[in-house]
């Protein structure tokens, strides 16, 4: 305890700039168990708040299913754009320098700052494009969960406010937009929210899951699912709200933190009513969302609830829980990650699911090199040598071969040439699996 009580005290210090600038007369919601209330700031968002109004044409939680206007079952079969705004350092052949800032100090080594301002620029505008959500509509998938990072939504010079002019806000429209002129549903995910929900590297944190710990990134959180609401309360394109990936790792104090996750997600769930009433809002199980035992009985309206499986059993063991808990309390789940094995593993494992009426999203739609995704990035020449400096300690760079900034430079240009649609290979086995037909 006095050594988590010494931890705590040191990370405060990383909020405290702009931990007084959250506070507001905006009124006050429950941190949690045994913590402090937490303002919900008055912030500027996109755009400014106004009356919440009922809209009709959402897909909303009913019993233990999503359903349509009509009350028609809605079919999640989805995949993750992972990577796209959260890089992860396995779908860049990195071992060693596996977070997006790791990833980001490699490539500025290596590239030099220009040209590494000038591939990530380039690299969020490929990644993703019309033709990749044309492509999925037309092969059956009627859904994407879209991973979202803050610091594309807030204000890097203050944390604590919404940067309207953020460019989060322009990709998530314009993927918005794309998705609705193809019939697609999107579900929103904060996959990297303010200090670390997780305390791993996929969500960009110091590798302990702070959002916890210190009440100005609670504050950040709930300013972040605020804002987002705000923007797209009336955007039916817009399946669910997917308030938090995988929080608190098995290698966090969960003893402590557990108990603290379903208070947290019901002051997200009022940040959000209060401008929301449409979107299903979706939680997620503790421990790489795969422990229910953290939920109590659902405390609101049109919830539903997600875990994620990995490389699990394709037998009814694997999913029991999860229906017993829907059973229990009315709720739909959602098994919103699973996959990185094989066609055949897919194939018996989704089938699973399905015959307990569970939708899904699998890991991930588009990767480097790989056969166990949807769509397959050629390596370009040179990427190795890249690869070496993401796979060894920051230490050892300065003395490791270095290849010219010109061939990095080269290596990166075709990276991004091979990453658009029309240049990348679709797994049309692995998407076959999915129960569906690449066209």
């Not at 006095?2 to 009124?27: N, T």
């Not at 937490?38 to 912030?43: F, G």
């Not at 995910?189 to 899951?209: E, F, L, R």
């Not at 990134?217 to 039916?236: N, V």
Request: net charge neutral; hydrophobic share 40%; charged share 20%.
């Amino acid at each position: 305890m006095i050594a988590r009580a010494l931890f705590i005290a040191a990370v405060m210090a990383l909020a405290a700039g702009s931990s007084s600038a959250g506070q507001s007369s905006a009124g006050t919601v429950s941190a949690g168990v045994g913590t402090a209330p937490v303002a919900v700031p008055a912030t500027t968002s996109p755009p400014a708040a106004a009356a919440p109004s009922s809209v009709p044409g959402f897909v909303r939680a009913e019993g233990t299913r999503f359903v349509r206007p009509d009350g028609s079952t809605f079919p999640i079969r989805g995949m993750s754009f992972g990577n796209w705004l959260l890089p992860e350092g396995y779908m860049f052949k990195f071992k060693v320098q596996r977070s997006p800032r790791e990833i980001e100090d490699v490539i500025e080594y290596l590239a030099g700052p220009q040209e590494a301002a000038r591939f990530w620029k380039d690299f969020r505008d490929v990644y993703i494009q019309e033709a990749d959500l044309a492509f999925m509509a037309a092969a059956g998938f009627t859904t994407v969960r879209v991973p979202l990072h803050w610091k594309f939504f807030l204000d890097p010079a203050d944390p604590s406010k919404v940067d309207p002019h953020g460019e989060g806000w322009e990709r998530l429209d314009r993927v918005v937009g794309w998705a609705r002129a193809h019939d697609i549903k999107l579900i929103l995910d904060i996959h990297a929210a303010p200090g670390g929900q997780t305390g791993v590297n996929h969500d960009d944190g110091v590798g302990y899951p702070l959002t916890f710990y210190v009440p100005e990134f609670r504050r950040r959180t709930i300013t972040l699912w605020r804002a987002i609401a705000t923007r797209y309360r009336d955007e039916t394109t817009v399946l669910a709200y997917d308030l938090l990936n995988e929080p608190i790792s098995p290698y966090s104090d969960t003893d402590y933190l557990n108990p603290r996750l379903e208070p947290f997600y019901k002051d997200i769930v009022a940040a959000i009513r209060a401008v929301d009433p449409n979107h299903p809002i979706i939680l997620a199980a503790a421990q790489w969302s795969t422990n229910f035992g953290v939920f109590g009985p659902p405390f609101a309206k049109n919830l539903g609830y997600t875990y994620h499986k990995f490389w699990a059993s394709p037998e009814r063991r694997e999913v029991q829980d999860y229906v017993n808990f829907a059973n229990r309390w009315g709720v739909p789940i959602f098994l919103g990650e699973t996959g990185e094995l094989t066609d055949e593993w897919n194939a018996k494992y989704r089938a699973m699911n399905e015959t307990f009426g569970i939708g899904w999203s699998f890991w991930t739609y588009k990767n480097l090199d790989s056969r166990s995704t949807v769509v397959s990035i050629a390596k370009p020449d040179g990427w190795d040598a890249i690869a070496a400096f993401g796979s060894a300690p920051r230490a050892q760079w300065d003395a490791m071969p270095k290849p010219s900034r010109e061939a990095v430079a080269a290596t990166l240009r075709a990276y991004i040439e091979n990453a658009k649609f029309a240049n990348a290979t679709v797994n049309r086995g692995y998407v076959a699996s999915l129960g569906l037909k690449a066209p």
